[in-house]
């Protein structure tokens, strides 16, 4: 199984300011996905982080507001732009091989006021 | 697309008690099942997970689920449940219609174990 860090584990931003969030993992993985978590809800995908190309979205999520960067294949970043209350979320990574479960980071709080 | 139901948004338990927590997929394709469990300030961890072979799976902390194909269920259960048993649990499903990896969550269930 695959250790995943993120950085930071929580943060409280101010309006029309951004946040990169980076997301470690102790190991080589082929795939990598951020996931959106806001209270009391289930995960949402937010995109796919292709390492190397730009990363796959999922409906109703654009590269403009949670550009993703992929160098290599242990390490990802999403940063959350122009923020607004709405962004308060959690945010999560994981990983996973080709066809084989995910794990998942613990998780960025974010607070946007 | 595919979908993922979990029925009981809120369960509370006594200590002892049996659990079953429903799950329902709508995929008619090959698919690999999972639970996953968040504890109170804690992250996302595997409980079991279904790809092929038995029906039947063992997970860790005397969990297990079944897979039942003609129903599109994945329903979780444990014969009794303890005070650290307090969690979120979520069902997800991968399906071969995404070359991905792309796991879609049901919206989970809160449980609350009395002790």
């Known amino acids: 199984s695959a250790v995943i860090s993120q950085k930071p584990s929580r943060d409280i931003c101010q309006r029309g300011t951004s946040l990169t969030i980076q997301c470690q993992v102790d190991s080589q993985v082929t795939m990598m996905f951020w996931y959106r978590q806001q209270p009391g809800q289930s995960l949402t995908l937010i995109a796919t982080a292709n390492q190397g190309s730009e990363a796959t979205y999922e409906s109703g999520f654009v590269i403009d507001k949670f550009p993703i960067s992929r160098p290599n294949l242990t390490f990802s970043t999403l940063t959350v732009s122009n923020m607004s209350p709405e962004d308060s979320s959690i945010y999560l990574c994981?990983?996973?091989?080709?066809?084989?479960?995910?794990?998942f980071g613990p998780g960025t709080r974010l607070t946007v006021t | 697309a595919q979908s993922v139901s979990q029925h009981n948004h809120h369960v509370i338990l006594s200590e002892a008690a049996s659990l079953e927590l429903g799950c329902n997929y709508s995929y008619g394709g090959t698919v690999n099942l999972f639970w996953y469990v968040q504890y109170p300030g804690q992250h996302l961890q595997l409980l079991l997970k279904?790809?092929?072979?038995?029906?039947l799976v063992k997970g860790i902390k005397g969990f297990e689920a079944e897979f039942i194909k003609s129903k599109f269920s994945f329903n979780l259960r444990k014969p009794s449940v303890q005070w650290s048993d307090t969690a979120e649990y979520f069902c997800?499903?991968?399906?071969?219609?995404?070359?991905?990896?792309?796991?879609?969550f049901g919206g989970g269930t809160r449980l609350m174990v009395k002790p």
């Open positions: 997800a499903v991968m399906s071969d219609n995404n070359a991905g990896n792309m796991l879609t």
């Open positions: 994981s990983g996973a091989e080709q066809g084989y479960e995910q794990y």
């Open positions: 279904y790809f092929s072979g038995d029906p």
